[in-house]
């Protein structure tokens, strides 16, 4: 059964910073592409960055600049480095991984709360 497991959310003042981790079980599973995800209350959910196996790598044009996603293909993790935060980041975040040979991201983690205060 896969498993993404996010950690590395909290309270944090704007202007701070947070890395997110997601790390992703079993170790066999051969994952194409990962991504993250957030949801504020009275929103829609939103893509915000992605990263495939082989290293190609996005973010959504509100958080270019200050959010960075990598992965440790070896440690099956992927990361994401958030600076700059704004109180509007905050939400909760998701990660997402999409298998070889699908077309979505089927497998979600279950969140971890980012919050930002002013």
């Known amino acids: 059964q896969v498993q993404l497991v996010e950690s590395g959310g909290g309270l944090v003042q704007a202007g701070g910073s947070l890395s997110l981790s997601c790390a992703i079980s079993?170790?066999?599973?051969?994952?194409?592409?990962m991504a993250w995800f957030r949801q504020s209350p009275g929103k829609e959910r939103e893509y915000v960055a992605q990263?495939?196996?082989?290293?190609?790598?996005a973010v959504a044009d509100f958080v270019e600049g200050r959010f960075t996603i990598s992965k440790n293909n070896a440690e099956n993790t992927v990361y994401l480095q958030m600076d700059n935060l704004k109180v509007e980041d905050t939400a909760v975040y998701y990660c997402?991984?999409?298998?070889?040979?699908?077309?979505?991201?089927?497998?979600w983690g279950q969140g971890t709360q980012v919050t930002i205060s002013s």
């Open positions: 997402a991984a999409r298998e070889i040979g699908q077309n979505e991201y089927q497998y």
């Open positions: 079993p170790r066999s599973f051969r994952w194409l592409a």
């Open positions: 990263i495939s196996r082989y290293g190609n790598s």
